[in-house]
């Protein structure tokens, strides 16, 4: 069973620095992985989607690495800002078409 | 990205009754949608997955006779809440795919029973 993993649980940074968010994943053969913001009490916003073949993505701030073999992926976020924050999950598909297993998130908090 | 709309956002209900949230593909034909629950400061947990015109696959340890799911058509699909009690209090999302390589999801529900 494909666990998912993310560290660290919770984050704390002034504005404008730059951060990496990790996530992990037990079992390398991986359709795709899938990045997403999920603020209090709402659904979630997709980031980032990066298929097996490709090893990274961007979006504006936002840069997400995968590397399969090790089963690991790397979120950065350049110049953080207040509005950044919320809860940044991970999840990775198996198969096409199958559902997504999601980590915990971590919880970033972006101080001014 | 395609518009995947949820309804109702929250609710609220007594305990002993049922409950029924709605998922819609607004602007694709769902093939496949998949319903999640997210307690506090937990993950998002699969409970089910439906594919349109059949019986929805049940992830193990969910009850497939409380939580009823239906998807009869390419764009909506429901999940019915039955005799809900206040354990049942959670965040269910629903995700739809059609065809392509990225899932949406809805906008998700808040259920409080009381």
């Known amino acids: 069973k494909q666990e998912v993993t993310q560290i660290p649980a919770a984050l704390s940074v002034p504005e404008g620095e730059n951060l990496v968010l990790n996530c992990s994943f037990t079992?390398?053969?991986?359709?795709?992985l899938q990045w997403f913001r999920q603020d209090p009490g709402k659904g979630l916003t997709s980031l980032l989607l990066i298929q097996s073949s490709q090893r990274e993505q961007t979006s504006g701030r936002l840069n997400a690495s995968l590397d399969k073999s090790s089963g690991r992926s790397t979120l950065y976020i350049a110049a953080s800002q207040p509005g950044d924050s919320a809860t940044y999950l991970c999840a990775v598909r198996v198969y096409s078409g199958y559902a997504l297993n999601f980590g915990k998130g971590t919880s970033l908090l972006v101080t001014p | 990205g395609a518009v995947v709309s949820q309804h109702p956002s929250w609710v609220i209900c007594k305990s002993g009754t049922s409950v029924k949230i709605e998922c819609r593909s607004l602007d694709f034909q769902a093939t496949t949608m998949f319903w999640y629950r997210q307690f506090p400061k937990q993950s998002l947990m699969l409970m089910a997955t439906?594919?349109?015109?059949?019986?929805?696959?049940?992830e193990q340890g969910v009850e497939k006779d409380k939580f009823l799911i239906n998807h009869a058509s390419l764009t909506l699909s429901t999940l019915t809440v039955t005799s809900a009690h206040p354990e049942d209090s959670s965040f269910y999302i629903c995700?739809?795919?059609?065809?392509?390589?990225?899932?949406?999801f809805g906008q998700g529900t808040r259920l409080t029973v009381v």
């Open positions: 439906s594919n349109e015109g059949s019986k929805a696959t049940y």
């Open positions: 995700s739809a795919a059609g065809g392509v390589t990225e899932a949406f």
């Open positions: 079992d390398s053969a991986i359709y795709n």
